[in-house]
């Protein structure tokens, strides 16, 4: 046979070979579809942040412990900002980080409204044992929470991010219970306005979800996966004294980044 009738025979036969792997439906492995990626965005308070994790990048206590970053290594996840900042309000999230978002946005993750009650306040005003000032600190954070005023603060910042990222899944995170069951009434008072607090958030966002059946918003509670481990507990994830007082440690990010994994 001819060099060049060769030369042909072969390329058939490849085009042959070829033409029988898309019939019989095998395509090449760089041919198979490719999952979506989650362009991920982190808004909030202290607690999104990642203060007590360490390592801080910038006046926001940023942590790389901190659940946006532990999210962000999970595959299929790509944290495009995170505009989360220590001290943050519901009136901060929406005055100063909603600029995040924008249509591409497709998973928003938010933990707020305890600084709205002040909850670090109150648990440190509740730890020194001084019943006049744990009761002035609870009094006050309960004025909030009882009256429906952070009701209406958490439904007007859920209702703008839903605004801002019409396209994202918003997840919404509550906060650990603090200290372990304890026979001191202060502590126990700490903790139940802690409750009060997840379950005003899980109603508001319960709420949101039913207002706009086409959104997509759901809550994460957290408390369950600190049993055990909070303050006063042998392996507490919550740190107690310093700066980063009564914010989680680095185990205690993790169980919040996998509680977060858990529901995507």
Not at 12 to 20: E, Y
Not at 96 to 118: E, K
Request: glycine content about 10%; overall charge neutral; aromatic content about 6%.
């Amino acid at each position: 046979m001819r060099p060049q009738t060769r030369f042909l025979s072969s390329a058939f036969a490849v085009v042959l070979t070829v033409s029988a792997v898309v019939a019989a439906g095998v395509l090449p492995a760089s041919a198979a579809p490719t999952a979506p990626v989650n362009k991920y965005v982190a808004l909030g308070d202290s607690y999104a942040a990642g203060q007590g994790g360490g390592g801080y990048t910038g006046s926001c206590l940023q942590s790389p412990n901190g659940y946006p970053a532990l999210l962000d290594a999970v595959k299929g996840t790509n944290l495009l900002r995170n505009v989360s900042c220590s001290s943050a309000t519901t009136i901060d999230v929406i005055s100063t980080q909603l600029s995040a978002l924008n249509r591409g946005t497709t998973l928003v993750t938010l933990t707020v409204g305890g600084n709205d009650l002040n909850v670090a306040g109150v648990a440190a005003a509740c730890a020194t044992a001084d019943v006049a000032t744990c009761g002035a600190a609870i009094s006050s954070a309960g004025a909030l929470l009882y009256s429906g005023e952070l009701q209406a603060r958490l439904a007007a910042t859920y209702a703008k991010v839903a605004v801002a990222a019409p396209n994202a899944r918003v997840v919404v995170t509550g906060y650990p219970i603090l200290f372990a069951p304890s026979a001191n009434p202060l502590i126990n008072q700490v903790n139940s306005a802690t409750v009060s607090l997840n379950q005003t958030i899980q109603g508001v966002v319960a709420q949101a979800q039913a207002a706009r059946p086409n959104a997509s918003i759901g809550y994460v509670d957290v408390s369950a996966a600190f049993v055990g481990h909070a303050i006063g507990d042998a392996d507490s994830w919550v740190n107690f004294a310093g700066p980063d007082a009564f914010h989680p440690t680095p185990a205690g990010y993790q169980a919040y980044a996998a509680a977060i994994r858990a529901v995507l």
